[in-house]
Every structure is written in C-alpha cells, then in structure tokens.
C-alpha cells in the first residue's frame, strides 16, 4: 500500500511563532512532493513543492525540508499568522503520473 | 487566466440518483483528475483522463465514470448514488508531460446525498 503518513493531526501555535508540520511516504517512485493548502469549503491550494534533488526549498515563510533517505519531509512555517489558520496536506505523485496520494490532513490553528 | 472551474458547487441528490459534474481545467493543461474528499479526510484519487480517455483509476467502483472533450474539459457521473458518496468533489487540472508535475485544483463540488 502506497501511502504518506503525516503528523501532526492537529496543531495550535502563537502567533508569530513556528509551525512544522511532517510527513513520511513509503514509496520511493514518488517523484515530486507538494504542500497544500485548504480553507473550509474550498479546494487545496498548491503551496510549495520540492524534487528529491534539492534538500530544502523556501518560498516567503514557507520551507520544504527534504530527507531522501529517511523518506520524509516538513513544512515550516515561520511567523505563523492566524490567516494561514487551514488543513495542510502533504502528498506524493506516482512518478510520471499525476496520481497523487495524500496525507490525511493536519489542521492548523494560529492563535492571535 | 482562469483557474479550474467547476460547477455546480453544491448539489442535493437522493439515493438511487444520478448525478453529472463539470470541470474546466486551467488553460494549457491537457490532464484532469478527480479526486472525492470525504469531511475531515485527505483526497482520494478516483481516476485521470488524458487524451479523452482514462488513463489511471483509483480503487473506487464502476457506478463512478468520466469524461474528457476535445477541449479536455471534463466530467464525471456517479450512478446509484449512495449515501455515503457525499463528499467534496474535486476536479485537478495538470500540465503536459514534461512541463511540471503540478496539479491545480479547482473549488469543489459539495455533493449531499439525502
């Protein structure tokens, strides 16, 4: 079974402060590795993603960190605002394919 | 540039029903996806079109079917609707081959099934 396994399910950060949030995949075909981003009732929202070529990619307050051998990965989120209050999700693409498997979600709640 | 469209956002079906939903993808991209998002769960990937035909499935049964036009929008039709289809339906538009891994989604289709 193919899956990515993210944690935390749910995470509660002052504002200004770190969010990082994990994910761990098993299938070493998964070529690509996006962060999304989704408010209730709207669709997710590409984030952020890395190539296994690189360790770390940062856009604004935003950092992909990449662990090829350990088959993990990480968003941090620096100076977390209550607008970036949403349910993240981690995912991996079957190599040459757009079939993407998900993480099961990790709820963010930056507090004022 | 518009993104994904889909329509209709919202949509009350009774068991035993048809139903039809419609996906734009973003301009430039040939592949659409669609994924079923069940409330406080990931995306679950139903099946891909490309090239007006199915190319990938996901693990979900026939009553679940699709279609891609010329003009690669697409839609996908669940018969004998069930309660336990209501979901968010998502539709996922994504470059040709070569030219970036990306997949965009578009805004959803809140399906209830009463």
């Known amino acids: 079974q193919q899956q990515v396994k993210q944690s935390p399910q749910s995470l509660i950060v002052q504002k200004g402060g770190i969010s990082i949030i994990n994910c761990a995949y098993e299938n070493t075909a998964f070529d690509y590795f996006p962060w999304y981003q989704q408010f209730p009732g709207k669709g997710p929202a590409l984030l952020i993603a890395i190539r296994p070529d690189v360790s770390e990619k940062k856009e604004g307050r935003f950092t992909i960190s990449f662990n090829k051998s350990a088959k993990q990965f990480s968003l941090h989120i620096m100076d977390s605002q209550p607008g970036d209050s949403a349910t993240y999700f981690c995912a991996g693409p079957f190599s040459g394919t757009y079939k993407y498997i998900f993480g099961t979600g990790t709820r963010l709640k930056v507090l004022a | 540039d518009a993104g994904v469209t889909q329509s209709p956002t919202h949509l009350i079906k009774t068991r035993g029903q048809q139903v039809t939903l419609r996906c734009s993808p973003k301009?430039?991209?040939?592949?659409v996806s669609w994924y079923q998002q069940a409330l406080g769960q990931g995306p679950q990937f139903i099946f891909q079109?490309?090239?007006?035909?199915?190319?990938q499935r996901g693990n979900f049964p026939d009553r679940f079917s699709g279609h891609q036009f010329p003009n690669y929008s697409s839609e996908l039709n669940v018969n004998a609707l069930l309660l336990g289809d209501s979901a968010l339906y998502l539709c996922?538009?994504?470059?040709?081959?070569?030219?970036?891994?990306?997949?965009?989604f578009g805004q959803g289709t809140r399906l209830t099934v009463v």
């Open positions: 996922a538009s994504s470059p040709p081959q070569g030219a970036g891994y990306e997949a965009f």
């Open positions: 079109y490309y090239e007006e035909e199915e190319r």
């Open positions: 301009s430039g991209h040939d592949t």
